[in-house]
């Protein structure tokens, strides 16, 4: 099953609401869109890149596992109840809207996920550019409640 089989699938399912792949062996690259998604779980599986386009109901997107080498791309651009977010592991960018999320970048409400209160990161202490991105990521979430730090 090729990544345009699963957006399709997405696309013809109005009332799925969780989404779990896991396992994937061919580099998936999403770009969803669902009025009905409230969880996206991909774990174990070889990823490029996922997008949430239009996920008005996404509340949880969970990334954990990555399998593979290269730069793994979460864009987050429309998702308005989404609460729940990561594992971020090295390696992944995290796009808001059209912003890449870098080491430095200044925070604004266009970077800014202010719903999502439980984040997960995997931070390698001893790797310099890991550490750096740990306080960019926590100036994009201001309303975090929970920090998961997996080591």
């Not at 409230?38 to 954990?64: D, G, H, N």
């Not at 979460?74 to 990561?86: E, N, Q, S, W, Y």
Request: net charge positive; with cysteine; aromatic share 4%.
């Amino acid at each position: 099953m090729e990544h345009d089989a699963i957006e399709s699938l997405v696309a013809r399912s109005p009332v799925l609401e969780i989404l779990n792949i896991e396992g994937w062996r061919t580099e998936l690259c999403l770009r969803l869109v669902s009025q009905s998604l409230r969880c996206v779980q991909i774990c174990s599986s070889v990823m490029e890149s996922i997008t949430m386009a239009k996920a008005p109901c996404l509340e949880r997107l969970i990334p954990s596992g990555r399998v593979g080498r290269g730069a793994f791309r979460v864009r987050i651009v429309d998702a308005p109840k989404l609460h729940t977010f990561g594992f971020l592991e090295p390696g992944q960018v995290l796009e808001v809207g059209k912003t890449a999320i870098m080491p430095g970048i200044k925070a604004s409400t266009s970077t800014m996920l202010t719903t999502v209160k439980i984040l997960s990161l995997n931070v390698r202490f001893g790797v310099r550019s890991d550490v750096k991105m740990v306080p960019t990521f926590l100036k994009c979430f201001p309303n975090m409640e929970r920090l998961h730090i997996m080591t």
